[in-house]
Each structure stands twice: as C-alpha cells, then as structure tokens.
Nanobody, 116 residues
C-alpha cells in the first residue's frame, strides 16, 4: 500500500522559512512526478510546485523565486523549501505523487501558518 508521510509544517512569522518533506513508501515503481498543492480555508486546492523524475521543476507564479522543490529518488522523498513566507501562504500543504496515469496518490496534509 502506497503511503505518503508529510512533515515540516508549523507556525512561522512572515519573512521566515519552513521546509516540508514527503516520504513515500509502499512502492518500488518509478515516481514520475512529485509535487505539492495547498488549500487555504474556504478556497480551492491549488498547485504549488512539481518535479519530474529527471528533475524538471514547475512552479506556480505565486511562489516562484521563494519556494524550491527538490527530490531524493533514492529515498523516495520530495522536499519543499519555502522562504520569504507571506501570510497568504497559510494553508494545508498536500504532497501528491504520480506513478502512472491511473496511480495518483495524496498525502494527508500538513498545516503551514504564517503570521503577520
């Protein structure tokens, strides 16, 4: 059974940094895409960043230049380094992986709160 374990969320002041991690277990297949989404209260879930197996990255415009996504294929782990955090970054952050078109998995989410 594929499981995603997120960690690293918390409370930080505006301008601060946090690093999220998402460790994947239960699969030996290549994970094609690893990414992060977020959902703020009363808003739809939105894309944040993604990284392919070879290392190509794509960011939402709202986080470009502030967030960095990376992955350790040997550890099946994806990271999200978040710098210069803003109150509008407050949300539950979800890890998502794509093993194939029919095999997509989500984590349970980790809360990130940025105080002004």
């Amino acid at each position: 059974q594929v499981q995603l374990a997120e960690s690293g969320g918390g409370l930080v002041q505006a301008g601060g940094s946090l690093r999220l991690s998402c460790a994947v277990s239960g699969t030996s297949r290549t994970i094609n895409v690893m990414g992060w989404y977020r959902q703020a209260p009363e808003k739809q879930r939105e894309y944040v960043a993604g990284i392919t197996s070879p290392g190509t990255t794509i960011y939402a415009d709202s986080v470009k230049g502030r967030f960095t996504i990376s992955r350790d294929n040997g550890k099946n782990t994806v990271y999200l380094q978040m710098n210069s955090l803003k109150p509008e970054d407050t949300a539950v952050y979800y890890c998502r992986i794509v093993v194939s078109r029919t095999s997509v998995y989500w984590g349970q989410g980790t809360q990130v709160t940025v105080s002004s």
